[in-house]
C-alpha cells in the first residue's frame, strides 16, 4: 500500500531554494492559451505562463533563473481559434501525419501550418525565455522548401509583432522562404551531423527572436534529442 505524504508546498519549496536547491517547474498547455496573454477567448482558464510557475507554486519572480522555451518546429494547434500560418494543403496533411499531430488528452487532431515567428517571439517574450528547445526538427525532412512566417500584413500596414486580434480578416502572414533538407534526421546524434539547410534554418530562428536554440529533438524518443 503506498502513501501520500501531504506538505505545506510553499514552505517546502521555499526552504528548498534557501539550501541552494534546484527546482524545475514545468508548465501545461501553451504559452497562447494563457487566460490573460493568449488568443481570447480562445484560450485556458489558468496562466500557461512561465509567470505561472509564481502564482501557482507561491515562488517570488526574482527566484526564477532561466527559462527554457519548447517549441516546435512547425506550428500546431488543437481545436477552434485563429491560426494565421495554418495549412489546409498536402504540407499541412504531411506534418500531421508524420508528426502523428492528435491531442494527448482528446485524440483531436491538431491543425499544422509553417512556423509564426510573430508567435514565439511574442511568447519569448511574455515568458522571459532564456533558451530554446526545438522539438519535431525531423518532421520537416522531405520538404524541397521551407516557409517561415516573419510579420503579419494588419490592417493594411506590416507589423512584426502579436496584436491583440488575429482574426484571418485582420491578419495576413508575410513569409521567407527556406531551402529544405532530404535526410532522415532520426539516427543522428551530434549538431555537426545535422544537413546544412536545418543549421541555416536554425540560426534563422535564433537570429530573429534573439534567443539561443539549444536543443533539437530528431526523433519521438526522448535519446533522439541533440545538445547544440
Same mark, same amino acid.
Given at each position: 500500500?503506498?502513501?501520500?505524504?501531504? &506538505?505545506?508546498?510553499?514552505?517546502?519549496? *521555499?526552504?528548498? #531554494?534557501?539550501?541552494?536547491?534546484?527546482?524545475?517547474?514545468?508548465?501545461?498547455?501553451?504559452? #497562447?492559451?494563457?487566460?490573460?496573454?493568449?488568443?481570447?477567448?480562445?484560450?485556458?482558464?489558468?496562466?500557461?505562463?512561465?509567470? /505561472?510557475?509564481?502564482?501557482? #507554486?507561491?515562488?517570488?519572480?526574482?527566484?526564477?533563473?532561466?527559462?527554457?522555451? &519548447?517549441?516546435?518546429?512547425?506550428?500546431?494547434?488543437?481545436?477552434?481559434?485563429?491560426?494565421?500560418?495554418?495549412?489546409?494543403?498536402?504540407?499541412?496533411?504531411?506534418?500531421?501525419?508524420?508528426? *502523428?499531430?492528435?491531442?494527448?488528452?482528446?485524440?483531436?487532431?491538431?491543425?499544422?501550418?509553417?512556423?509564426?515567428?510573430?508567435?514565439?517571439?511574442?511568447?519569448?517574450?511574455?515568458?522571459?525565455?532564456?533558451?530554446?528547445?526545438?522539438?519535431? /526538427?525531423?518532421?520537416?525532412?522531405?520538404?524541397?522548401?521551407?516557409?517561415?512566417?516573419?510579420?503579419?500584413?494588419?490592417?493594411?500596414?506590416? &507589423?512584426?509583432?502579436?496584436?491583440? *486580434?488575429?482574426?484571418?480578416? *485582420?491578419?495576413?502572414?508575410?513569409?521567407?522562404?527556406?531551402?529544405?533538407?532530404?535526410?532522415? #534526421?532520426?539516427?543522428?546524434?551530434?549538431?555537426?551531423?545535422?544537413?546544412?539547410?536545418?543549421?541555416?534554418?536554425?540560426?534563422?530562428?535564433?537570429?530573429?527572436?534573439?534567443?539561443?536554440?539549444?536543443?533539437?529533438?530528431?526523433?519521438?524518443?526522448?535519446?533522439?534529442?541533440?545538445?547544440?
Amino acid at each position: 500500500m503506498k502513501k501520500l505524504t501531504f &506538505i505545506d508546498s510553499e514552505e517546502y519549496l *521555499n526552504k528548498a #531554494l534557501k539550501e541552494g536547491k534546484s527546482i524545475l517547474a514545468e508548465g501545461a498547455q501553451g504559452s #497562447l492559451l494563457d487566460v490573460d496573454f493568449g488568443t481570447y477567448p480562445f484560450v485556458t482558464s489558468s496562466n500557461t505562463t512561465a509567470a /505561472g510557475a509564481c502564482t501557482g #507554486l507561491g515562488i517570488a519572480p526574482n527566484k526564477v533563473k532561466d527559462v527554457f522555451g &519548447i517549441f516546435k518546429a512547425y506550428t500546431t494547434r488543437v481545436g477552434s481559434g485563429p491560426f494565421p500560418t495554418e495549412l489546409f494543403d498536402e504540407a499541412g496533411q504531411t506534418m500531421a501525419k508524420v508528426g *502523428n499531430e492528435f491531442g494527448s488528452v482528446t485524440g483531436r487532431a491538431r491543425r499544422c501550418g509553417w512556423l509564426d515567428l510573430v508567435a514565439l517571439k511574442y511568447a519569448v517574450q511574455v515568458n522571459g525565455v532564456t533558451q530554446l528547445y526545438m522539438m519535431k /526538427g525531423d518532421v520537416l525532412s522531405g520538404f524541397d522548401t521551407l516557409k517561415i512566417c516573419t510579420g503579419y500584413k494588419y490592417k493594411g500596414k506590416e &507589423i512584426q509583432h502579436l496584436p491583440y *486580434n488575429i482574426e484571418p480578416e *485582420n491578419v495576413e502572414p508575410i513569409f521567407t522562404t527556406m531551402k529544405g533538407w532530404k535526410a532522415d #534526421l532520426t539516427g543522428m546524434t551530434s549538431y555537426e551531423e545535422l544537413p546544412a539547410e536545418l543549421k541555416e534554418y536554425i540560426k534563422f530562428i535564433e537570429k530573429e527572436v534573439e534567443v539561443p536554440i539549444k536543443v533539437i529533438s530528431v526523433g519521438p524518443d526522448r535519446k533522439q534529442t541533440i545538445t547544440k
